[in-house]
């Protein structure tokens, strides 16, 4: 795909969602943290579900350490693999007192280890709650990528270093939220809604639809 045709996709997923963002509910960097963490082969609407009354009671990792892994699964319990991201829960707060003064780390290497954070929830992070460029690609984002022709690869971290090498500068910030949104409402896997498709004309996938 050309760099013209890429301009012309994000300029018009920008026009049709300015200010795109998570739809994860969180006040903090920490809250951010936490419910991205959950959100590992779970909905968000799920996550939000949980986490509503979670963060009343524990918006802190200070006050989630003191719930304790017992606790803390009374919160989480409707969540797939709640036991391992309790456990993991519970470490990662003992981590950011010990090591970083409660607060999320602004930094890569030092999100990366810990418990249950992986590159794609670093990039998250970094992105959402500190405004960074990264892009991280879930399933959503590695099928439009892939599909449209934007920035085809065979594993998320190729993805990933396509579209930060194709992606303008301008669009960077933004563009993780933009092609996860159009992933999850349009170019639905088993059936993309190329008919009400804003990019439909410069996406390259052979088999468009017609809904």
């Known amino acids: 795909m050309d760099q013209k045709k890429i301009d012309e996709i994000f300029r018009r997923l920008k026009q049709a969602n300015p200010a795109p963002t998570t739809e994860l509910k969180y006040r ?5 943290l936490v419910a991205v963490i959950l959100s590992a082969q779970a909905t968000d609407r799920s996550v939000n579900q ?6 009343k009671v524990a918006p802190t990792p200070r006050k989630m350490l003191a719930l304790g892994e017992a606790g803390l699964k009374r919160y989480i319990k409707t969540i797939g693999l709640f036991n391992t991201k309790a456990r993991n829960l519970v470490k990662t707060c ?3 007192l010990d ?18 954070v992986g590159r794609k929830t670093a990039n998250v992070i970094l992105n959402t709650a500190f405004g960074e460029p990264t892009i991280a690609v879930d399933t959503h984002i590695f099928r439009v990528a892939n599909r449209t022709g934007l920035a085809p690869g065979k594993t998320p971290l190729a993805v990933e270093r396509a579209l930060l090498k194709v992606v303008p500068e301008r669009y ?3 563009a993780h939220h933009w092609l996860i949104l159009h992933g999850r409402y349009t170019c639905l896997a088993r059936k ?4 009400s498709c804003v990019i439909e004309d410069l996406c390259e996938y052979p088999d468009k639809t017609r809904g």
Do not use: N, Y
């Not at 949980?50 to 963060?55: H, K």
């Not at 003064?101 to 418990?115: F, H, S, Y």
């Open 28 to 32: 903090t960097p920490f809250q951010l």
């Open 192 to 195: 993309p809604r190329c008919g």
């Open 172 to 174: 960077k910030k933004d």
């Open 50 to 55: 949980a986490t509503r009354e979670l963060f």
């Open 99 to 116: 090591e970083h003064g409660g607060r999320v780390p602004r930094d890569r290497k030092a999100l990366e280890a810990l418990p249950g």
């Open 94 to 96: 003992r981590i950011l």
